[in-house]
């Protein structure tokens, strides 16, 4: 029997200035043919050797919540989608799936 990967995290989101919500988003990275997340330091540009990729969805939040790191997200209509930090201008707030929700 195989698990289905979720494409997006439902550990958390992040409410953006518009309302939207944006979920983190695993992708598939061509070097490896991996969904993975997309995680960049603050301080990083937007470069594809600037990423860092994983698999483990509770390392992205970490890296994100702890670390400050920035996650690629978007609405689950596509509609909006970028590298976002939880300090950044247009992220309102982190909202958190309660635990054993």
Same mark, same amino acid.
């Given at each position: ?8 995290? +439902? ?8 309302g +939207? ?57 596509r %509609? ?7 300090? *950044?201008?247009s ?8 635990? *054993? %929700?």
């Amino acid at each position: 029997m195989s698990e289905t990967i979720s494409r997006y995290s +439902d550990l958390f989101y992040l409410q953006h200035s518009s309302g +939207d919500r944006l979920y983190p988003v695993r992708r598939r990275i061509r070097r490896t043919g991996k969904l993975m997340f997309t995680l960049a330091p603050a301080a990083a540009g937007n470069r594809d050797e600037d990423a860092y990729h994983t698999e483990c969805e509770l390392e992205m939040r970490r890296l994100v919540l702890v670390m400050g790191y920035r996650v690629r997200a978007e609405s689950r209509d596509r %509609a909006r989608s970028g590298l976002y930090a939880i300090d *950044g201008h247009s992220v309102r707030a982190v909202v958190e799936k309660a635990v *054993g %929700a």
